[in-house]
T-cell receptor, first 113, second 113 residues
Framework: GIQVEQSPPDLILQEGANSTLRCNFSDSVNNLQWFHQNPWGQLINLFY???GTKQNGRLSATTVATERYSLLYISSSQTTDSGVYFCAVEITHRGSTLGRLYFGRGTQLTVWP | NAGVTQTPKFRVLKTGQSMTLLCAQD?????MYWYRQDPGMGLRLIHY???????AKGEVPDGYNVSRLKKQNFLLGLESAAPSQTSVYFCASSYLDRGYEQYFGPGTRLTVT
């Protein structure tokens, strides 16, 4: 089956530190998204990034589709960055998409003041 | 533009009871999805719909039924609730399956006792 592996599973930082979260996936993808689930459970879209690099403020993401991984960078972390970060992929199967997102188990990030 | 909304936000059921969760989107998206999230895990797809009047099974469809009578609404039904269905349920929508970004609702927390 499809494998979406995220690392590290847990990350504890002090405010102001930088971090890199990784997502490895086992198949060719049409779609890759990064989400932040805040402490209230809400899923917030961070990036839609099937390939290339994008930046949004202190966050940036890079996907290298040919090597089947994506990285999420958080710079100058803040306490509001705490929560779970999920990577989700939509795979290509026999040349077409199946129209579903497969989620990793997430990285639990805690940022201390 | 409310995006994706879900009703209700919380619900407690007794084993054997039935209920329907409602998802509504005002973005004119063709695709809609129901996911469940269990502790320590990412989201898993229950059912999805590629358009009005059509539905398909996802990864974990057993014990659930769905209907898409109107393009903007996607209903998830539990005919006879079981404790294993205690979970947080998320609805999502997207324009098309070919790598389009999915947008998520706020979730419904369901407890089955």
């Amino acid at each position: 089956g499809i494998q979406v592996e995220q690392s590290p599973p847990d990350l504890i930082l002090q405010e102001g530190a930088n971090s890199t979260l990784r997502c490895n996936f086992s198949d060719s993808v049409n779609n890759l998204q990064w989400f932040h689930q805040n402490p209230w459970g809400q899923l917030i879209n961070l990036f839609y990034i099937p390939s290339g690099t994008k930046q949004n403020g202190r966050l940036s993401a890079t996907t290298v589709a040919t090597e089947r991984y994506s990285l999420l960078y958080i710079s100058s972390s803040q306490t509001t960055d705490s929560g779970v970060y999920f990577c989700a992929v939509e795979i290509t199967h026999r040349g077409s998409t199946l129209g579903r997102l497969y989620f990793g188990r997430g990285t639990q990030l805690t940022v201390w003041p | 533009n409310a995006g994706v909304t879900q009703t209700p936000k919380f619900r407690v059921l007794k084993t054997g009871q039935s209920m329907t969760l409602l998802c509504a989107q005002d973005m004119n998206h063709e695709y809609m999805y129901w996911y469940r999230q269990d502790p320590g895990m990412g989201l898993r797809l229950i059912h999805y719909s590629v358009g009005e009047g059509t539905t398909a099974k996802g990864e974990v469809p057993d014990g659930y039924n769905v209907s898409r009578l109107k393009k903007q609404n996607f209903l998830l039904g539990l005919e006879s609730a079981a404790p294993s269905q205690t979970s947080v349920y998320f609805c999502a929508s997207s324009y098309l399956d070919r790598g389009y970004e999915q947008y998520f609702g706020p979730g419904t927390r369901l407890t089955v006792t």
